[in-house]
């Protein structure tokens, strides 16, 4: 165990991690999840207590599609270009979702947003960028939590499709 983090097994998850976990096993998943001892909002802070690349941080991004969630899997390097985003996902408009949106389709707070693990799955976009890094970290549920994984398992496990974003 490092002093930045800890395996799930040193300490307590927190229930929304709980579940991921859960999900992440259901599907097959390898990674497990780690807790973080400080959290990590945004893929420059997880990046830094990884000790790893922002652009191998994939950035959970909840957006309101036309009424409907749409979470983005992207690199924590890019931006979300919300115009080509909506005419890849066929919608008319794309714009950031409320922290009362985002709960209410993924049981997650904001900077927390796992790929998996929601009431009801949820559409998703991976950004293609994110298949550059041999390992890929998402967040657990939890803005303490995230876990390892693969662009390759992150398409499998969430049904997502694989596209640019920026």
């Known amino acids: 165990m490092s002093e930045k983090f800890s395996r799930a097994g040193g300490v307590p998850l927190p229930s929304n991690a709980v579940v991921v976990q859960s999900a992440l096993r259901e599907l097959g ?10 959290k990590a909002p945004t893929a420059a802070t997880a990046a830094a207590q990884l000790g790893c690349e922002v652009g191998a941080i994939a950035n959970s991004l909840v957006f309101d599609a036309d009424g409907s969630p749409l979470l983005v899997l992207t690199s924590g390097a890019h931006r979300v270009d919300v115009e080509l985003v909506a005419r890849t996902a066929g919608v008319a408009t794309v714009r950031r979702a409320t922290p009362e949106f985002v709960r209410q389709a993924t049981g997650q707070p904001i900077g927390g947003v ?53």
Do not use: M, Y
Not at 133 to 156: K, Q
């Open 29 to 38: 998943a390898a990674g497990e999840i780690i807790v973080l001892a400080e």
């Open 114 to 166: 796992a790929p998996v693990g929601h009431p009801v799955r949820v559409r998703t976009l991976v950004d293609n960028w994110l298949s550059k890094h041999e390992v890929v970290w998402a967040a657990g549920g939890h803005p303490h939590t995230v876990f390892p994984t693969t662009f390759d398992e992150l398409v499998r496990i969430t049904g997502g499709t694989p596209v640019d974003v920026e």
